[in-house]
């Protein structure tokens, strides 16, 4: 049998070999086929120096990411995407709604206008400074896991790593 799919979508540093980045792959591997995504790179702005990523991204960056992921035609189940990458994975779900999106610390999404049709998790940092407003989730219908004494980096605690995963593992029914 098959795995399904999920993709991971870097934030802003692009892939990362740190630890936190492959505690996320240790838990889901057995599960799923995983392809890592580095942001930047699907961006097209993986050469600028880190000043000016930022602005790249916010400029043009996040949709040509977004187009460039639906042009792989990866087509995974599951989308995990970290701050500008679930950003770059809700772009793509509003065209390509057949993945379920699992997005931490996307606060990028504060400036969207509608949702995708595909199922949405989001985690934020109770903590979070640029996240979006409690108006704006009442607006799109949306109930964010709002994850205590965290801010904008809680996507590399261990017990946040832990929360996340075993929520794809139970909605994908490999936990009961």
């Excluded at 630890?19 to 930047?40: A, G, N």
């Excluded at 903590?127 to 996507?155: A, Q, T, V």
Aim: aromatic share 10%; hydrophobic share 35%.
């Amino acid at each position: 049998m098959n795995k399904p799919k999920l993709a991971i979508l870097s934030d802003i540093y692009g892939n990362s070999k740190e630890h936190w980045m492959k505690e996320y792959v240790r838990i889901l591997s057995p599960f799923f086929e995983i392809t890592q995504l580095d942001s930047r790179e699907l961006a097209d702005i993986h050469l600028l120096p880190q000043s000016q990523v930022h602005g790249g991204f916010v400029q043009g960056g996040i949709e040509r990411a977004a187009q460039n992921l639906i042009s792989k035609d990866i087509q995974p189940k599951v989308i995990l995407g970290f701050s500008v990458g679930g950003t770059i994975a809700w772009k793509y779900a509003l065209s390509q709604s057949q993945s379920s999106l699992y997005l931490i610390s996307a606060t990028r999404l504060r400036n969207e206008t509608s949702k995708p049709s595909s199922p949405i998790n989001l985690f934020f940092g109770e903590l979070e400074k640029n996240g979006p407003s409690s108006s704006w989730f009442k607006k799109l219908e949306l109930n964010p896991e709002i994850i205590n004494d965290e801010g904008h980096e809680c996507c590399k605690h261990q017990s946040v790593v832990e929360k996340v995963c075993q929520q794809i593992l139970e909605d994908f029914q490999f936990l009961g």
